[in-house]
């Protein structure tokens, strides 16, 4: 019914009620369809968020697509602000009018850039807009790749300074296989806010960008965090156990020691 209501029926199509929001996609949009499936979108993802998320403090959300991981956590603490940065072109016209049209804009920005290791220029690769959930840096070969553009790019780092050193109490991070550049661009601001990180870990996205899913654990271990399985919450100290559970979950999350 969600479906056909706020994706075919005139007067409605196009958005639909979301955590008390207004939230804008594009046609057929597999993040629309998965809401409407689901109920909330990733909901033990947003569980996490929601718990470890406080107040005065920054959630930075890196890949916010149209927005649906960042607003219940905005309903659910209504003293924290969020930091979403989303380069594609497909949604960015939808999330802007979302969050233009938002009680919580006050609290929520926008960052309309790429996010990894450094600061700079970056092709990005656009699927259709319907598959744009899977719209990253490198085309990841799990839907058609549609053109590819440029975009800017930065860092987590960069971004915390240009904010004024904010407190930040977690990171959400599911760029389509970019994950571990990110975190290379957030070293400095998990050093010194110590947040939670919880980040998308899936082999395929990591084999587009020759990334060994060995390294999540490497880092966990050189920035003193601990590494958990989502949504079991069982702690992976060994390769092996990393192995086994990416045979079953795709998300992780980092708790400082």
């Not at 809401?35 to 005065?56: K, M, T, Y």
């Not at 975190?183 to 084999?207: F, H, I, M, S, T």
């Amino acid at each position: 019914m969600k479906r056909l209501l706020y994706g075919y029926c005139p007067g409605f199509a196009g958005a639909f009620p979301y955590f008390g929001s207004k939230v804008y996609f594009p046609k057929n949009s597999v993040s629309f369809r998965a809401a409407c499936d689901q109920g909330v979108f990733e909901a033990d993802n947003v569980r996490i968020l929601e718990a470890l998320v406080r107040p005065d403090a920054v959630m930075f959300d890196v890949g916010a697509n149209i927005g649906l991981m960042a607003i219940p956590v905005l309903k659910n603490e209504p003293k924290c602000r969020i930091v979403s940065f989303e380069p594609s072109m497909n949604v960015l016209p939808y999330l802007e009018r979302t969050i233009a049209e938002n009680a919580f804009r006050d609290r929520w920005t926008l960052v309309k850039k790429a996010v990894g290791a450094q600061t700079g220029r970056v092709t990005f690769s656009l699927s259709d807009q319907a598959n744009s959930l899977f719209d990253g840096i490198r085309p990841t070969q799990r839907v058609a790749t549609v053109r590819q553009v440029e975009v800017d790019l930065t860092t987590v780092d960069q971004t915390w300074r240009e904010l004024g050193l904010p407190r930040v109490s977690n990171l959400k991070i599911d760029v389509e296989g970019a994950e571990f550049g990110v975190l290379q661009g957030a070293r400095d601001c998990l050093r010194a806010e110590q947040p939670a990180v919880l980040l998308e870990w899936n082999r395929v996205n990591l084999a587009a960008y020759d990334c060994s899913p060995d390294r999540l654990l490497d880092f966990a271990n050189e920035m003193n965090f601990q590494l958990f399985a989502v949504p079991g919450l069982v702690e992976i100290t060994s390769l092996l156990q990393l192995g086994l559970h990416m045979g079953f979950t795709e998300n992780f999350l980092l708790l400082p020691r």
